[in-house]
C-alpha cells in the first residue's frame, strides 16, 4: 500500500531554515508528482508547490517563491521541502501529498505531517 | 488565485441525519474540484474528486454534486466516525492549489 513517511518534529529560530523529509514507498515514486501542503494551528490547509519526481522539476505558490525548494532522491523514493528565512507564522504542521494518477492535482495519499516550530 | 468560500462554517448533525456542505468558488473551475475529511490530529483524507467521484473506500453514504462554482458534499445518515472538519479544494486553475477555509461538522 502506499506509504508517505516524513521526518520529526523540529524547532528552529527565526531566520533559520528547515528541511523536511517524506520518503515514499509502496508505488512506482517516478510516476507520481508530490506536493507539499501546511496548516498552522487551528487553520486551512495552504499548498506551497509541487515535485515532479521524474525530472525534478517544480512549480510554487507565488507566496512561497524564493523561500521554498522542493527536491528529490529517487535512488531513495524521497522527497525534501526546504523552507528559509524562517517566521513565526510559517510555525505549521507540513504534509507531503502524492498528486493522483495522470497528473491531477488532488492528493490522494498524505504524509503523517511534520511540526515545524519557529520560536525564539 | 481562485478563492474558495465553505458554509456553514460549523454543522451541528445529529447521528443519523442528512448533512449538507457547501463549496463555493469565486471563478468557474468546473469540475475541478475535490473534498476531504480532516480528524484532530490526522493528515486529510481524500474522499471526492471530479467534484461527484467517490475516491476508493469512501461509503456510499458520501455524495458530491455541482460545477462550476456552486458545489455540495452530502453525507446521508451522519456516523459517529463522519464528525469532523471538511475541506474543498480547486485545482482547475493552478498553481495555486486553493482551499476552502472548511466546515466543521459537529454532534448536536
Known amino acids: 500500500q502506499v506509504q508517505l513517511v516524513q521526518s520529526g518534529a523540529e524547532v528552529k529560530k527565526p531566520g533559520a531554515s528547515v528541511k523536511v523529509s517524506c520518503e515514499a514507498s509502496g508505488y512506482t515514486f517516478t510516476s507520481y508528482y508530490m506536493h507539499w501542503v501546511r496548516q498552522a494551528p487551528g487553520q486551512g490547509l495552504e499548498w506551497l508547490g509541487i515535485?515532479?519526481?521524474?525530472?525534478?522539476?517544480?512549480s510554487y505558490a507565488q507566496k512561497f517563491q524564493g523561500r521554498v525548494t522542493l527536491t528529490r532522491h529517487t535512488s531513495t523514493s524521497t522527497v525534501y521541502m526546504e523552507l528559509s528565512s524562517l517566521i513565526s507564522e510559517d510555525t505549521a504542521v507540513y504534509y507531503c501529498?502524492?498528486?493522483?494518477?495522470?497528473?491531477?492535482?488532488?492528493?490522494?495519499?498524505w504524509g503523517q505531517g511534520t511540526l515545524v516550530t519557529v520560536s525564539s | 488565485e481562485i478563492v474558495m468560500t465553505q458554509s456553514p462554517a460549523t454543522l451541528s448533525v445529529s447521528p443519523g441525519e442528512r448533512a449538507t456542505l457547501s463549496c463555493r468558488a469565486s471563478?468557474?473551475?468546473?469540475?475541478?474540484l475535490a473534498w476531504y475529511q480532516q480528524k484532530p490530529g490526522q493528515a486529510p483524507r481524500l474522499l471526492i474528486y471530479?467534484?461527484?467521484t467517490r475516491a476508493t473506500g469512501i461509503p456510499a453514504r458520501f455524495s458530491g454534486s455541482g460545477s462550476g462554482t456552486e458545489f455540495t458534499l452530502t453525507i446521508s445518515s451522519l456516523q459517529s466516525e463522519d464528525f469532523a472538519v471538511y475541506y474543498c479544494?480547486?485545482?482547475?486553475?493552478?498553481?495555486?492549489?486553493?482551499f476552502g477555509q472548511g466546515t466543521k461538522v459537529k454532534i448536536k
Open positions: 471530479g467534484a461527484s
Open positions: 471563478q468557474s473551475v468546473s469540475s475541478n
Open positions: 515535485l515532479n519526481p521524474s525530472v525534478g522539476s517544480t
Open positions: 501529498a502524492r498528486g493522483a494518477a495522470a497528473g491531477n492535482p488532488y492528493f490522494d495519499s
Open positions: 479544494q480547486q485545482y482547475n486553475n493552478w498553481p495555486p492549489m486553493t
